[in-house]
């Protein structure tokens, strides 16, 4: 650990931009999962636990599409589409029916539409690990020590993209207003004559599409298997309960913040804690969090 | 529809219970035929290696039947596999193999895929005396638990990358270099058979004194790498070492390539499985990969011939397959122990069945196969292939056979 360090500060400084490089480019596919999580569970108070599969999901379709010779940013759209055509699809035979009842059973649901989709990934697909090759360059910088792949920046870009699109969508268009509004209240947006049951079909849609947008980067920057939902589940309840609910800045500075930490954490500590520093990150914030409230007294809203 | 009355039910129950306590526990010899027993990962995340050692044990049972079968007290028998799927989870495994066992009334088991599966099932075969012959388990702990019933016809999984070092060695050597003045970078993902292949690695590097400067552990849904490869590019090792299933094998190729590391030597397992040459083919350049088996060898039997030909023949008896895995070699390999040690003890009775496995002493197209007391196969050494420009795995019998430093090609 110390020597890492030494390599860190010391041997090669020139390091740090390629971890800070890393962790911005993990962050963002990160933070795009998160937002997806944080729309769902604030909207509709249903904690998607089959999230994580969602993007494995996204990104297998881009893999069968990409065996067809559609390049992944092209399938981007396409996947988008087939995504929020199952979302629509799960929400009107499932989701519909738990999203009255206790939060148990809308758990236990989506762990089991989780478990599903893994078996069904892993009939289709198979259990080998697959990975896309989007024949993009890498840059080398600063000597050849610092590695640039287009492949990330292009995420980079796509996850700014949708964010920009995903803002302007919930604040200006009729139906982002009508979400705004049952996630605040839900009866008197009923009231006022808003069709909710529309709302939350589009709502976890919406979330299918921009996991499956995840998917598409996954596909391209690490690699496809069936079961490795779980890992961007975990990350994005992490992200999406340190940084709240309703909160598109706060989710994506905590993406950002989460994939530098993983970053170095795995860099100094060694990679086996890579994903155990997503869950100190929670614990960290929870205290934090719960040592202000109880100084000052403040209303949850 | 109306439900059945209490009484049906318990008049239903009783009987079949009586009939299948009353059925007699005596499936291992039907007839003229040897039913062997087999829990197999049809499903689930060992599928495709589960699939490939079912086809290696069929392949290797029709040959034999074919040949005339198996000869016991004067009578040709013919071998017959029972399969259950065990979905790739041990817990199941373990109660496939009770249940093969206790209710099919087995007597002589194939194993199941891999170290974990297998793990779960050796103490139920050892409780009930029943020899199990396995051929794709490999974690070095198989061997350690005083197990007298189980036997591997693989190397153990400690010898997977020892090679890489000795050949690093002798590059250090030849170029006019001390052994000890080479520096090792290793990640293996954190699982017994992984970390064995670690133990093995460690035991080597210390033999010439080299350094380890990197040993990372990988975490078991492991896709990204980065972090670890980042130190690698930074402190430029001799030697990347890297074990973690096939996934382990497909990150690792993928941020090699996107990194365009030039480590002189880059040593790993999986390969083949993971299709590095087709999917990175300019960092896969020089890669060297373990491997139990390779087709080239020239060790023989009567039963299949040579390596090749075994290798031809599985071919035209499964077209699907391009390159054939070594995993369905062993499998067969496995079989043809349980026929001679049915020759060599010349009956059915488990107790010298067992003692006639622990004497096999043969040579098969897999390699020569003799147990250590332990039971696992002591005579079969591994092997090293050298991934090429073109994709092709070359066999690396001497340390001149080897490409050094790897030339990858970004």
């Not at chain 2, 139920?124 to 061997?143: D, H, Q, T």
């Not at chain 2, 088996?293 to 397959?321: I, L, Q, R, T």
Request: charged content about 20%; overall charge neutral; some cysteine.
């Amino acid at each position: 650990m110390l020597f890492n360090l030494q390599i860190l500060f010391d041997i090669a400084p020139i390091t740090n931009i390629q971890l800070i490089l890393d962790g911005i480019f993990i962050g963002a596919v990160l933070a795009l999962g998160a937002y997806g999580l944080a729309l769902v569970w604030g909207v509709m108070n249903v904690k998607n636990l089959a999230q994580g599969d969602f993007i494995i999901l996204g990104g297998y379709i881009a893999f069968a599409l990409a065996r067809e010779g559609v390049h992944p940013v092209m399938a981007l759209p396409i996947v988008m589409v087939l995504m929020a055509m199952l979302g629509w699809m799960v929400y009107v035979f499932m989701i519909r029916r738990v999203i009255e009842q206790d939060m148990f059973t809308s758990l236990l649901a989506t762990f089991g539409l989780s478990l599903l989709l893994q078996q069904v990934m892993n009939l289709i697909f198979g259990p080998e690990v697959q990975v896309i090759d989007s024949h993009l360059p890498n840059y080398q910088l600063f000597n050849d020590s610092v590695t640039l792949p287009v492949v990330k920046l292009l995420s980079l870009g796509m996850v700014a993209v949708l964010a920009v699109l995903i803002v302007l969508f919930m604040r200006k268009s009729r139906m982002g207003q009508a979400i705004r509004a049952t996630a605040q209240d839900e009866r008197a947006a009923r009231v006022l004559g808003i069709n909710t049951d529309r709302i939350y079909a589009f709502t976890f849609a919406l979330n299918a599409a921009i996991c499956g947008a995840a998917g598409v980067m996954v596909s391209m920057i690490w690699v496809l298997q069936p079961f490795y939902g779980i890992s961007y589940s975990l990350r994005s309840f992490a992200i999406v309960t340190a940084a709240g609910l309703g909160n598109l800045p706060g989710v994506i500075s905590t993406g950002f913040g989460l994939g530098l930490i993983e970053q170095y954490t795995g860099f100094i500590l060694g990679a086996e804690y890579q994903v155990a520093s997503a869950v100190v990150m929670l614990l960290l914030v929870l205290v934090y969090r719960q040592r202000r409230a109880k100084r000052k007294r403040q209303v949850v809203r | 529809m109306k439900s059945f009355s209490f009484k049906t039910i318990s008049a239903i129950a009783t009987l079949s219970a009586s009939l299948a306590l009353s059925a007699p526990a005596l499936a291992k010899v039907e007839g003229d035929t040897i039913i062997l027993g087999a829990a197999i990962s049809l499903t689930g995340k060992y599928s495709t290696n589960g699939l490939h050692t079912q086809r290696g044990y069929d392949f290797a049972v029709d040959r034999i039947n074919d040949l005339g079968g198996v000869k016991v007290g004067g009578k040709s028998y013919k071998l017959s596999v029972k399969y259950y799927d065990d979905e790739s989870t041990p817990a199941r495994a373990a109660q496939l193999a009770e249940r093969l066992i206790q209710q099919d009334g087995v007597e002589y088991m194939l194993g199941p895929y891999g170290s974990g599966l297998t793990k779960a099932m050796a103490p139920v075969s050892e409780k009930f005396g029943v020899p199990m012959i396995e051929a794709e388990g490999a974690s070095r702990s198989l061997f350690t638990q005083g197990y007298k019933y189980l036997f591997a016809v693989l190397s153990t999984s400690e010898q997977y990358l020892a090679p890489v070092v000795e050949l690093a060695a002798a590059k250090a050597k030849a170029a006019g270099k001390e052994p000890s003045s080479v520096t090792i970078a290793m990640a293996f993902e954190n699982d017994p058979f992984s970390l064995d292949v670690r133990e093995g690695i460690v035991d080597t590097a210390k033999k010439y004194n080299m350094r380890i400067v990197i040993d990372d552990k990988l975490p078991a849904d492991l896709s990204d790498m980065s972090a670890t490869l980042t130190k690698v590019k930074a402190i430029k090792p001799d030697v990347l070492i890297v074990s973690g299933h096939s996934k382990g094998a497909a990150t690792a190729a993928r941020q090699i390539d996107e990194m365009t590391l030039q480590v002189p030597i880059v040593g790993m397992t999986h390969c083949e499985a993971a299709k590095v040459q087709e999917k990175f083919p300019a960092a896969a350049n020089g890669f060297l990969c373990a491997t139990q088996w390779v087709e080239s060898s020239p060790k023989k039997d009567k039963y299949f011939g040579n390596a090749s030909d075994w290798n031809a023949g599985f071919k035209k008896a499964y077209p699907e397959y391009t390159s054939v895995p070594y995993q369905s070699a062993q499998a067969s390999a496995a079989v043809l122990v349980w026929k001679e040690a049915f020759e060599a003890a010349n009956s059915f009775d488990k107790k010298q069945l067992r003692d006639a496995i622990a004497a096999t002493d043969m040579e098969t197209f897999y390699g020569h196969i003799r147990f250590s007391e332990f039971g696992n196969n002591i005579a079969k050494p591994m092997f090293m292939r050298q991934i090429d420009g073109d994709g092709n795995y070359n066999a690396i019998i001497t340390p001149d056979d080897m490409v050094w430093p790897r030339k990858a090609q970004y």
